[in-house]
């Protein structure tokens, strides 16, 4: 499997990444590569396979809807990770067009 | 011998004794961090102040003659988990100034076992990796050979037990990350069954996968470390409901009938002569402890690498998802008229290291419309063969016995491409796809560089992997050998 510039320029933009063209043909060769080694799964037999199989025990955990009181120091530390602060809430950048 | 140099289990004694106290263990392993981490690099955070109070408080209440397996035990944290007050960069740039506002289960567990927390350790961005260099920051040196890697993504845990700065640490292992660099720095290193222990503050990468273990300089540490982080934990809904066994208590029992499986797919001629050999001694001592020793063939392991490699980007790359430096992370400069998506683009394009980037792409595309049946689907669908593969082997045999890295440590730069780095994983993503327990054990030397075993057991089956791991470290002498740093 191979990707052309423009299938990595599409992955980029839904992996909400950033990337320079540099970077782009960089990890596109990179990414190419992997999925080639990838591709050999094609050859494993899987119609058999039942695929809603579930590989752990645990099904539906059920837990009461209860709002758990956080300690306050906690609530602090968690507050000063905010990039901005304004009347106690938290500032994010103005981003509506 | 320095305190620092002790097991768990020797300390505990000498601490019970008041023939030392807390604060004196934790004051010879800052001691000894200090002196040599400017060579290793294995921490991140150094906590001296609070692990000093910790010590203090362990020592109060040791006077008052409680009695504990871990009360003023000093261990250090592997930095993708959540410690509260103290900061959990997971090795990125995303979250370098990142405190945590709560601590991970198996934290809040030690604090009331009285372990003194000395610091979190260096780990490959986010856990991607196998070698510690994918760190933000910088990359650990391994101690038996500081021109190497310590291996990863744990391994800035592995190499601080390796070189005595701590009695004990916590990885995290998704498809190796404890295992792999426990085997290149000569200690133990142990994944429990998924869902063993809790998850809850660990930073997710694989949420089918992920698991937190310890890395001890014994087995029996290992046993002990593990029942005071193990059992049901109501922050993490995959934690079992299954009873947490006496560890310690089981570990003692011979081997003699136990039945040992070798997966000829595990010794084929891409094993180098010398790993091979050691194998051979490893096998060989198995079988004088009475082990009965039979090889078998698991035809589908070989897919474990392409599977994981699917599976754990797609994972991941939801998770990181949330990590978009809006409201704390890591925040390019923002110029004004920038739209919403520019934000984004920039924050994460500029937050994340190439190894991230890389497995946030690779996901993306395989859950992405049109390549979801192809890849996402498919892997499952071989994952579910490997699962069942194992899973009936372990009902056959009582473990599974392989290599856990197809060679020692390799050279710092060494490995430039991503699927070469991908491919050493190669013995130990496949007990990470099925949620079975597995550990590496210390099993000799080639060229003065450590290699280990890998023992898998049944899911759950904790007691009989360490069992198999005890009874092999009582006849060798590999994990009392002391890297010279």
Not at chain 2, 388 to 411: C, G, M, R, W
Not at chain 2, 433 to 438: E, F, H, Q, Y
Request: glycine content about 8%; aromatic content about 6%; some cysteine.
């Amino acid at each position: 499997m191979s990707l052309d510039i423009n299938e990595i320029k599409h992955i980029a933009a839904l992996s909400k990444l950033g990337l320079s063209e540099k970077e782009l043909k960089h990890y596109g060769e990179q990414l190419s590569a992997v999925l080639s080694y990838i591709d050999q799964l094609t050859e494993v037999d899987t119609q058999k396979v039942e695929t809603s199989t579930r590989l752990g025990e645990s099904y539906n955990v059920w837990a009461q809807d209860k709002p758990v009181v956080w300690e306050e120091d906690g609530r602090e530390i968690a507050l000063d990770q905010a990039l901005g602060i304004k009347d106690g809430q938290v500032k994010v950048p103005r981003v509506l067009e | 011998m320095n305190l620092n140099q002790l097991t768990i289990k020797e300390a505990r004694k000498m601490l019970d004794k008041k023939t030392i106290s807390a604060v004196e263990l934790t004051k010879a392993c800052l001691v000894r961090i200090k002196a040599t981490d400017k060579k290793l690099q294995a921490l991140i955070t150094l906590c001296e102040k609070t692990a000093l109070a910790q010590a203090k408080a362990a020592d109060a209440r040791l006077a008052k003659g409680e009695k504990g397996s871990l009360l003023g035990i000093p261990y250090l944290a592997k930095d993708n988990l959540l410690t509260k007050g103290i900061k959990t960069t997971s090795a990125s740039k995303m979250l370098e100034n990142y405190v945590a506002p709560y601590n991970a289960t198996v934290i809040a567990k030690l604090n009331e076992a009285g372990a003194v927390l000395l610091g979190k350790t260096n780990l490959d961005e986010f856990a991607h990796g196998a070698s510690t260099e994918n760190s933000a920051f910088f990359t650990t040196k391994n101690p038996w050979d500081t021109t190497r890697v310590p291996g990863g993504s744990s391994g800035g845990s592995a190499a601080a037990v390796a070189a005595d700065f701590c009695l004990f640490a916590l990885g995290s292992d998704t498809g190796g990350s404890i295992r792999q660099p426990a085997s290149f720095c000569s200690v133990v290193g142990f994944k429990p069954s998924y869902g063993r222990v809790s998850r809850h503050g660990l930073m997710s990468m694989t949420s089918s996968t992920d698991v937190i273990g310890p890395i001890t300089k014994t087995v029996e540490d290992t046993a002990l470390v593990l029942e005071a982080i193990a059992g049901l934990d109501s922050y993490d809904s995959t934690t079992a409901k299954i009873k947490v066994d006496n560890y310690r208590k089981n570990i003692v029992k011979d081997i003699k009938g136990l039945k040992v499986a070798l997966p000829k797919e595990c010794f084929g001629p891409e094993l180098s002569p010398e790993v091979k050999q050691i194998m051979d001694q490893a096998i060989a001592e198995l079988k004088k402890l009475g082990a009965k020793v039979s090889e078998i063939s698991l035809p589908h392991i070989k897919y474990g690498v392409p599977v994981y490699y699917i599976v754990t980007p797609s994972e991941l790359s939801s998770n990181l998802a949330r990590l978009d430096g809006l409201r704390y992370g890591y925040r390019a400069k923002t110029t004004k008229g920038e739209s919403l998506n520019d934000v984004y683009l920039k924050n994460r394009g500029e937050g994340f290291g190439p190894e991230a980037k890389r497995r946030i792409m690779l996901g993306t595309y395989a859950l992405s419309a049109g390549y979801y049946d192809a890849y996402y689907k498919k892997a499952q669908s071989v994952r579910i063969l490997i699962s069942q593969e194992l899973n009936q082997s372990l009902e056959k045999y009582d473990v599974i016995v392989t290599p856990t890295s197809p060679h020692t440590a390799f050279k710092i730069g060494a490995q430039k491409d991503p699927l070469q780095m991908y491919l050493e994983d190669i013995f130990t993503t496949t007990p990470s796809l099925a949620g079975l327990p597995a550990v590496s054990v210390p099993a000799g030397f080639i060229e003065g560089l450590p290699i280990g075993i890998q023992i898998i057991g049944a899911k759950f089956n904790e007691s009989g992997v360490l069992q198999v791991a005890h009874n092999f470290e009582t006849v060798t002498e590999w994990h009392k050998a002391k890297a010279k740093i």
